[in-house]
């Protein structure tokens, strides 16, 4: 069973704030993102995991600077939740496309 970790961490849905952790892991050494599993590591599966799969990877490739997509790998897991693998980013710092780089868009994780 897998723990939430550095580089680890759990959401239980596709959630808006999905990109700050996206970048936080890009802008540190990387990490994996589980959508569809609980904090206590239960999962939750996705209902229409296709049309979430869709709009988790415009909702990353629309929001964030500089373009991340090179850097993430997604698998869809036949138990019905999807998990994002983010390697650490070249072009750091990435952030908030919406926020800005000055402002409050960067993220990292401690």
């Known amino acids: 069973m897998l723990h939430e970790s550095e580089q680890i961490e759990f959401k239980s849905e ?25 904090d206590d590591g239960k999962i939750n599966k996705l209902t229409d995991i296709d049309d979430i799969y869709t709009r988790i990877t415009n909702t990353i490739r629309d929001a964030i600077l500089p373009d991340i997509t090179m850097f993430i790998r997604y698998t869809l897991d036949e138990q019905g939740f999807v998990i994002i693998d983010i390697a650490e980013g070249s072009a750091k710092p990435y952030y908030l496309k919406a926020k800005g780089l000055k402002s409050s868009g960067v993220f990292i994780r401690q």
């Open 14 to 38: 596709a959630i808006p704030n999905i990109c700050k952790s996206v970048i936080a892991f890009a802008n540190s050494n990387g990490g994996k993102l589980y959508i569809g599993i609980n």
